[in-house]
Every structure is written in structure tokens, then in C-alpha cells.
Nanobody
Framework: QVHVVESGGGLVQAGGSLRLSCAAS????????MGWYRQAPGKQRELVAT???????NSADSVKGRFSISRDNAKNTVYLQMNSLKPEDTAVYYC???????????WGQGAQVTVSS
């Protein structure tokens, strides 16, 4: 059974930094794409950043230059370093892990990030 567990959310002032971590486990195939999505109140879930096992990344224009994504393939863990946070970054951040071979998507329970002005 696959488990995806996030950690590291919290409350921070505008301009501050937070680091999210996400560990995926339980797959016999491993995970090719891992990434972060977020959902603010009253809005749809949106892509923040993704990273493939080879290291290639993709990120939303709204976070380019402020957020960076990285991963430890040996640990099936992905990180999101968030700098220069803005109040509009406030959302629940969800980790996604796409299983290699099956391409099934697995989601974490979400981590609240709140940025105060």
C-alpha cells in the first residue's frame, strides 16, 4: 500500500521561508514524477512544481525564482524550498507521487501554509 506523507507547513510572515518535505513509500515500482500542488480557499488546485527522477523540473510562473524543488531518489522524498513568501502563497500544499510503470497518482493529506502580511 502506497503512503505519501508531507511535513513542514506552518505560519510565516511575508518575506519569510518554509521548507516542505514529502516521503512516498510502499510501491514496488518507485515513483517517476513527484511534485507539489496547492489549493487556496475557494480556488482550484494548481500546480506548484514537479520533478522527475532524472532531475528535470517544471514550476508555475508565480513561484519561479522564489521556490525550488528537489528530490532524494534513494528515499523517494521530494522537497519544496519556499523563499520570499507572499500572502497569496497561503494554501494547502499537496504532495503528488506518480508511480512508475502504472502512472497511478498518489496524494498526501496536505500541509497548511499560511503567510501573514
Amino acid at each position: 500500500q502506497v503512503h505519501v506523507v508531507e511535513s513542514g507547513g506552518g505560519l510565516v510572515q511575508a518575506g519569510g521561508s518554509l521548507r516542505l518535505s514529502c516521503a512516498a513509500s510502499g510501491s514496488a515500482f518507485g515513483f517517476n514524477v513527484m511534485g507539489w500542488y496547492r489549493q487556496a480557499p475557494g480556488k482550484q488546485r494548481e500546480l506548484v512544481a514537479t520533478i522527475i527522477s532524472g532531475g528535470g523540473t517544471n514550476s508555475a510562473d508565480s513561484v519561479k525564482g522564489r521556490f525550488s524543488i528537489s528530490r532524494d531518489n534513494a528515499k523517494n522524498t521530494v522537497y519544496l524550498q519556499m523563499n520570499s513568501l507572499k500572502p497569496e502563497d497561503t494554501a494547502v500544499y499537496y504532495c503528488n507521487a506518480q508511480e512508475r510503470a502504472t502512472r497511478r497518482d498518489f496524494w498526501g493529506q496536505g500541509a497548511q501554509v499560511t503567510v501573514s502580511s
